[in-house]
Structures are given as structure tokens and as C-alpha cells.
């Protein structure tokens, strides 16, 4: 297991979290993810043990729960500093043991993925250019692996 250390842009928050799962390859195509948190038209999450979470800062943070088409509120919670606005990590009381970091808010040196996932390829913006590699898997909707089966399959699951 790794220890990630994250923050956001003007300091304000930092956390620290435990990851058997540290490999950014899963990017995240829906409209919920590009406009919270996703310039290139997706955002990339990695899994963590959310009984590991430690934060400094907490009062600068915020928390977003995204419509969804149906006009409900998502259950998931989209944590954020509330000063700059990065996006830090997305937590889900149906799954309470994951917490889902912002790739883009770890400050720790994250390995490079041997391949990726491209998700929810369904709802991506017109404008969004997938990217062009051989080792890319793509989903038009969520995939059948989870992010600890995905780690798992490709031997780069840390205990």
C-alpha cells in the first residue's frame, strides 16, 4: 500500500490517504467529471482507503453533490477547497471503505499506467479527442472491472 499526499492549488487544504491502487488509468468521459473537475474532457480518480483519510485544512473545503438527469442529487460527494476550487477527492456512502482522489491533486510521484480506460465514452463532449494509443480500452458506460479488479488483472495491485 502507498501513501499519496495530495492538495490544492493555493495550499489551503492538504490530505494524505492509503492506495493499494495508485495507478492513474481510468479517465472518466461524463459530463459530471469534465465540468467539475476535467479540462481535457474527463477526469482520471484513483481508489484509496477512505478509513485512512487525513486532512489539514478543512475548513476550506466544500462539497458538491451533482444532479443527476433525473433532476435527483447523486449520493457521491465531490470534495473541493473552497477558495481556489481544485477538486480533491470524491467520496461515496453506498461504497464507505473507498475514497476516489483527483489524480490531478496528488502531489506524490504516480506511476505510469501500462494501459488505460476511457469511460462513459457515451456522454463525452463532441469537442473531446480521444487519445490515440494501442493500449486503451473504451466504454461507452461503466466497465464490468472495478478499480481493485483493473489492479489486480494488470499485477500492479500493492498491498
Same mark, same amino acid.
Given at each position: ?8 492549488? $493555493? &495550499? ?17 468521459? $461524463? ?9 481535457? =474532457?474527463?477526469?482520471?480518480?484513483? =481508489? ?6 487525513? *486532512?489539514? =485544512?478543512?475548513?476550506?473545503?466544500? *462539497? ?30 453506498? !461504497? ?7 489524480? =490531478? ?21 463532441? !469537442? *473531446? ?11 461507452? &458506460? ?7 479488479? !483493473?489492479?489486480?488483472?494488470? &499485477?500492479? !495491485?500493492?498491498?
Amino acid at each position: 500500500m502507498r501513501k499519496l499526499e495530495g492538495s490544492c492549488h $493555493c &495550499g489551503a487544504v492538504r490530505f494524505s490517504v492509503m492506495s493499494h491502487a495508485p495507478y492513474p488509468y481510468m479517465r472518466c468521459y $461524463c459530463s459530471i467529471c469534465r465540468k467539475t473537475s476535467g479540462s481535457g =474532457g474527463f477526469s482520471i480518480n484513483l =481508489g484509496a482507503d477512505a478509513r485512512t483519510l487525513e *486532512v489539514e =485544512g478543512e475548513d476550506n473545503m466544500s *462539497v458538491y453533490q451533482a444532479r443527476l438527469p433525473n433532476d435527483e442529487r447523486s449520493p457521491a460527494r465531490r470534495h473541493f477547497c473552497k477558495i481556489c476550487g481544485s477538486p480533491l477527492w470524491i467520496y461515496d456512502p453506498r !461504497w464507505p471503505e473507498l475514497l476516489h482522489p483527483q489524480a =490531478g491533486a496528488i502531489d506524490t510521484a504516480l506511476p505510469k499506467p501500462s494501459a488505460f480506460v476511457d469511460l462513459m465514452l457515451g456522454s463525452a463532449a463532441p !469537442w *473531446v479527442a480521444l487519445h490515440d494509443e494501442a493500449n486503451v480500452d473504451r466504454f461507452d &458506460g461503466y466497465p464490468e472491472l472495478s478499480v481493485e479488479d !483493473w489492479h489486480r488483472q494488470h &499485477g500492479l !495491485w500493492e498491498d
